[in-house]
């Protein structure tokens, strides 16, 4: 009897064992710029709970992009396990093809679903019988390249769902001062003890009355409260107390629907501080834009209404522009700091309902997800927190590390939340683009081409294209193009071009920064010598090159060799060697059919295709050059 139930026990595991090798779903999860050194390190520090959950169910591995290791050519190599060389996402922009119909300086954006030559995972899976649901993964916008593909597949139109909010700003965010208001006195105003001061700012062609008063049940002395008023049918006026930036997110008012041509988004609103005797104000407004993709307007707008609202990706514009307050790099006390993390706060509750919303709206088998967040932090950030680059200041980097890793907390949290969302069915890929480093000084590469006499600058400064043979072209960085006679209008025959690279490939490796009389270009790359790379191909440039540790190569026209960072907050930057450490990136996979403590080698960014495919049993996608790398299951 007792054998006979262990047969059946046995059985019984097998028989689980076997239902589980395949996960009832799959959601792939890119945190742009998360290098495998920070998560790696927090991880160590217990810092990323949820991150360290998904490795435990599964698999942990560092990975290694594509070169350039920038968020297009890394997002696309990802989803379609192809080399750049293949996909023709070279950079973050892409030029033109075929080369005989575009000069070489024709460019369009690498995150066009245009610019890419193969076909993605999500055509892979939809083609599979599988229901795909793509929110802002780069490469699927406009959605019209892969719906066709799908089409001419026969695939029903519901199997694919899109969403992209990049390409639909509406208006940016802003910070309101209260400095053009004037005292008013009419009938209608809130009732206060001093003069209502009142602002009018225009949000998309809305004329919002902003106002600034004294509540009489307020037992502030002075301005203490704000109402905002905005003009629209059954919006009633919002009241906002001042409240420093905090954990919580109860401070916002909102939304806000605003439109600009056919695109409709949301605003909010939220009132950092209010000086009691002027009625001076930071009153901070967020960026909207609107959603395009598979679908029509109703139904982006009831996405819309439960997600809450596009990124408000406020790092460069505002908090770098000290929008926020000073920075600690300019001299701040962290409040501008912690301003920031409260405004990526509410982006991450948002991606939390869009995500809820999208499981149940759609139920797909097969989802992707996106946050800008953690790349934006570390471009601001990194030229502080690199601790490897010369200068580094560690008290100030000190200050700065916290913030950056609660962006990656915060992000970790949204991991979280999703798990929790999706249920034990579901497997996670949580996977990034690239890695992040510091740098001091650009490298001005046409510089040198022009000292070389290959390029040559017209009246303007402009590159003269009729007399250049060679340039880092508006399309790339790490590369450099022969302005070969198979681009349109192109001055170099065939049988010279070789004659150039090696001329452009010995005046790079003898170039000096003018300051330590070092070099800057340590090495080269030939498309045809390292396969391995992905470099080149009908996109690709002619000759790649990887730069020493704090130098970043500029594809501008330039008067010096160089120009350098700002002194203090120096540059966060990606894109070089793939190879180099502060370049890997991280590729966490776990959940149903990935077997607990499965230890993977370094994986290539072209296998997370393959492996994601096999995971979910179906082909990998046409192009793919990766291996699926096991999962044990
Ligand atoms: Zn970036």
């Not at 490796?509 to 080149?536: N, Q």
Request: hydrophobic residues 40%.
């Amino acid at each position: 009897m007792i054998r006979k139930a262990l047969l059946l026990v046995a059985a019984l595991a097998t028989a689980c064992a076997f239902a589980q090798e395949r996960p009832e779903r799959l959601v792939v999860v890119s945190w742009d710029g998360a290098p495998d050194w920070v998560i790696e390190r927090m991880l160590r520090e217990d810092k990323l709970p949820h991150t360290a959950r998904l490795a435990e169910r599964g698999a942990r591995a560092t990975m290694i992009q594509a070169f350039p290791s920038v968020t297009a050519t890394g997002h696309v190599t990802l989803f379609t396990g192809a080399w750049p060389s293949t996909h023709g996402v070279v950079g973050n922009a892409v030029p033109l093809l075929p080369r005989a119909a575009h000069t070489v300086r024709e460019t369009r954006s690498g995150f066009d679903a245009r610019s890419m030559l193969v076909e993605p995972l999500w055509v892979t899976a939809a083609k599979s019988g599988r229901r795909v649901v793509a929110l802002s993964a780069a490469g699927s916008f406009p959605p019209a390249p892969h719906v066709r593909m799908l089409q001419e597949a026969g695939v029903a139109a519901d199997r694919f769902v899109q969403f992209s909010g990049f390409e639909a700003g509406i208006v940016g965010s802003e910070m309101i001062r209260g400095e053009g208001a004037q005292p008013v006195e009419r009938a209608g105003l809130p009732s206060s003890r001093r003069p209502v001061r009142r602002e009018e700012v225009e949000v998309a062609g809305v004329r919002v009355e902003i106002l600034a008063l004294d509540d009489p049940a307020d037992p502030v002395d002075g301005y203490d409260t704000v109402e905002i008023r905005w003009p629209a049918p059954g919006v009633r006026p919002v009241t906002l107390k001042p409240q420093p930036a905090g954990d919580g997110l109860g401070e916002w008012a909102g939304p806000f629907q605003i439109s600009r041509g056919e695109l409709t988004g949301l605003t909010y609103f939220r009132l950092f501080s209010l000086d009691p005797a002027t009625g001076r104000m930071e009153l901070y407004r967020r960026r909207a834009a609107g959603l395009q993709g598979t679908e029509g307007p109703d139904e982006t707008l009831r996405y819309l209404r439960a997600y809450g609202g596009f990124h408000d990706d406020a790092f460069f514009d505002t908090y770098g522009r000290g929008g926020l307050g000073p920075p600690i790099y300019r001299g701040g006390d962290g409040t501008a700091e912690r301003r920031m993390l409260e405004i990526v706060r509410l982006d991450m509750e948002f991606v939390k309902r869009g995500f809820r919303y999208a499981l149940e709206r759609w139920n797909p088998d097969l989802l992707f997800h996106y946050t800008p967040m953690s790349d934006s932090a570390g471009h601001t950030w990194m030229g502080i927190l690199d601790p490897d680059l010369p200068g580094h200041d560690p008290a100030l980097a000190a200050k700065i590390w916290p913030f950056y890793e609660e962006v990656f907390r915060l992000q970790d949290a949204w991991l979280g939340d999703m798990i929790e969302a999706a249920g034990p069915q579901t497997a996670f890929a949580l996977i990034s683009d690239h890695g992040m480093a510091g740098a001091h000084t650009y490298f001005n590469g046409n510089y040198v081409l022009q000292q070389a006499g290959l390029l040559t600058l017209d009246g303007r400064g402009q590159i003269d294209f009729a007399k250049t043979r060679a340039l880092v072209p508006p399309w790339g960085h790490h590369l450099v193009a022969v302005n070969s006679t198979e681009w349109k209008g192109g001055i170099v025959p065939a049988e010279e071009v070789e004659a150039v690279v090696r001329q452009v490939e010995a005046a790079f490796l003898a170039a000096r920064d003018p300051e330590s009389g070092r070099p800057m270009v340590l090495r080269t790359f030939r498309p045809a010598e390292f396969k391995a790379l992905g470099i080149g191909g009908p996109a690709g440039g002619d000759l790649y090159f990887d730069l020493a540790d704090g130098y970043y190569p500029s594809n501008r026209t330039a008067a010096e060799i160089v120009s350098r960072y700002d002194p203090v907050q120096r540059g966060g930057v990606h894109g070089m060697f793939p190879y180099r450490q502060k370049m890997h990136t991280i590729f966490i996979v776990g959940g149903p059919g990935v077997t607990p403590g499965t230890r993977l080698p370094t994986v290539r960014a072209v296998d997370v295709a393959p492996t994601l495919s096999r995971l979910l049993g179906i082909p990998a996608p046409a192009q793919s050059e990766g291996v699926a790398v096991p999962l044990g299951g």
